[in-house]
Structures are given as structure tokens and as C-alpha cells.
């Protein structure tokens, strides 16, 4: 590994200095009995001829963010290109549809190898997908996997939100526009913008929906699982790139599995007591996506690009305190 400069410690900001202890609690400590797959397997379903980037991101930043193994489930005319994007990747070109092609179902005996699944990014929007989407989170939840639901996957949950309610594994990542569309699904009207902006809305959603967590994206992000609502302001930056929301929805992956696994620790018990593993997740996911953003933006500036992000990982997790 290259050498990583000094970095500065990362500190919480008000009202976040109990959940920062807990955040990094969450990292599994690196011991030499560890096996291959301890840290986590992940699956990322998505990608499609149009879109091969958003699968890559999620897929990336999962296993820079300490997962083990990563398995990208795709349409066939996108595993070439992104196996190209990285060698450790393994890429299944299974998510074929249409035209009687039922190659999909083997997805579903991978399933029983992985920890976490995150479905939606750059997974298109063809109509031939939505019973292929329901069908693989029948799986997903036979298995009581953790779930991480983004992008073009928003699409398909609010053609059929009922398949997610009471599933208490599921974190749904909408940014503004794609959460209006959600709530106005499920709820039948546009919500309030005062709502939206001190997070009773995501509150409202995340109960309907049975109380799954539904993080919120925005300035600032709102975490909800329709009880309990958590706000992360944490300093990012005013950079606005493609491919930040698949950073967020590929680290939650890893965050949500090790939540819902902690093994008691002092340090965030009583947190995991109050909010959750998926609440704890999804406001760790944010709090280390702004830091990550914020780290890349300061070397960067506005050319900074997502693969700037990427790269500021290392750091981003030495500020933590949680690289070694």
C-alpha cells in the first residue's frame, strides 16, 4: 500500500459525538484468524448496457470500505466492460430478461453465499425488470439479508412497495427527487417541503413502509425507520458529481451486515439499543460518504470526480482511526 500522509482525526459534529464511537466500533478488527468472507460477501445487482459505472462504484467502494468479496450480478453487454474496471471484481452475467430468458434464477443460489445485497444501480428502468426485481427480493428476504435499495431500484420499489414492508434488513436510499416519487407511491400525495426539510417526512415514509429504514438524502441527510429520526450534517462538499450516491449505497452493504452482527460492544450498545443496526448503518454510510467527499473535494476541487472519492478511502478510514 502507498504510504498515507498525516491525516487529521475525524470528529463528529454536534449531536454526533456519541454515534462517532459507535461508528467506529462497527469496523471488524483485522486479526490473522480472520478467514476470507469474516469482513463480509456483498452482492451488487445492477448495471445495464447504458449504465456500467454505478454497479462498478457500489461494488468498489464496498470492498475499499473492508468487505472481502464482491460479486457484480449484470446483464450480459455489461460484465465485459466492467470487468474491466477491476480484477477483483467477480462478475456474473446472469441478469439477462426479456424474451423468455430465465438465466436470472441462478442469481438466486448466489444468494446463499453472500452477506448483503445491494440492487438498483444503473439497473435501467425496462419494464421486463419489475418482475425480476420483485422476485429476487422474495430471495433477498428468505435469506434475511441485509438490503441496500438505490438508484433505479427506488423505480421498481414504488411499482411495488408492498414486497419491502416489515422488512426490517432494508435500507432505501432516495435523493430528493427520487423520494418524492417514493412517497407519493405509497403515500398517495407529494409531501410537505417543511416535512421534508426537518425530516418528518422520511419519518412518515419509513412507517408506512413498516418501519424499514429509508435514508434520506440531502442537505442534511435525514435517517429514519419511522420511529426514530437521526440527521447527519456532517461537513461534505459543494462538489456534485455522478456516482456519490453508489459510494453511499456500496459502503452500507458492509456497515449494515457488521451492524447487525456487533458483537456487544460497550461502545455501542446502548445506540444499537435506541436506533437500531440499519439506522446505525445508514447514518454511518452518510457521515463517511461527507468525510470522503470533503477529503477528495480539498485535493481536487472542482474537478473531483467520484474515482477522486475512491481514492480518498484509505485516508478517510486512517481519520477514523479503523485502516489498520
Known amino acids: 500500500m502507498a504510504n498515507i500522509p498525516q491525516s487529521k482525526p475525524l470528529h463528529s459534529t454536534a449531536g454526533g459525538k456519541e454515534l462517532l464511537k459507535c461508528v467506529q466500533s462497527l469496523f471488524p478488527k483485522l486479526e490473522e484468524k480472520n478467514k476470507k468472507g469474516d469482513c463480509g460477501r456483498i452482492a451488487v445487482i445492477g448495471g445495464s448496457q447504458e449504465y456500467t459505472g454505478a454497479p462498478y462504484f457500489a461494488a468498489i467502494s464496498s470492498l475499499k470500505f473492508g468487505a472481502d468479496i464482491l460479486h457484480v450480478f449484470c446483464p450480459k453487454e455489461a460484465a465485459t466492460v466492467i470487468k474491466s474496471y477491476s480484477p477483483e471484481l467477480i462478475v456474473h452475467p446472469l441478469l439477462s430478461v426479456g424474451n423468455g430468458d430465465n438465466k436470472w434464477k441462478e442469481i438466486f443460489d448466489w444468494l446463499d453465499r453472500v452477506n448483503a445485497v445491494v440492487i438498483g444501480p444503473g439497473l435501467g428502468r425496462n419494464d421486463d425488470m419489475l418482475p425480476v426485481f420483485r422476485q429476487l427480493i422474495e430471495e ?32 432505501l436510499t432516495p435523493n430528493f427527487g427520487e423520494f418524492s416519487k417514493l412517497y407519493k407511491a405509497v403515500l398517495g400525495d407529494e409531501p410537505k417541503k417543511s416535512d421534508v426539510e426537518n ?8 412507517k408506512s413502509l413498516g418501519h424499514l429504514t429509508i435514508v434520506q438524502k440531502g442537505n442534511p441527510d435525514h435517517i429514519s425507520d419511522g420511529k426514530e429520526l437521526l440527521k ?22 458492509p456497515l449494515a451486515f457488521w451492524a447487525g452482527r456487533n458483537s456487544s460492544s460497550s461502545d455501542c450498545d446502548s445506540q444499537l439499543s435506541r436506533y437500531g443496526p440499519t439506522m446505525i448503518a445508514g447514518y454511518t454510510g452518510c457521515m463517511l460518504t461527507r468525510e470522503c467527499s470533503n477529503i477528495a473535494y480539498e485535493k481536487a476541487g472542482r474537478t473531483m470526480t467520484t474515482t477522486d472519492l475512491i481514492d480518498a478511502i484509505p485516508e478517510l478510514l486512517d481519520r477514523l482511526s479503523v485502516l489498520k
Not at 423505480?155 to 432494508?170: L, S
Not at 425530516?199 to 419509513?206: F, Q, W
Open 232 to 253: 447527519c450534517d456532517h461537513p461534505g462538499s459543494p462538489r456534485r458529481c455522478g456516482g456519490q450516491g453508489d459510494l453511499l449505497s456500496g459502503s452500507l452493504a
Open 199 to 206: 425530516g418528518e417526512a422520511v419519518r412518515a415514509l419509513a
Open 140 to 171: 433477498i428476504k428468505k435469506r434475511s439479508l441485509s438490503l441496500v435499495v438505490d438508484a433505479d431500484g427506488l423505480h421498481f420499489a414504488g411499482k411495488c412497495n408492498e414486497v419491502f414492508r416489515d422488512y426490517k434488513q432494508a435500507i
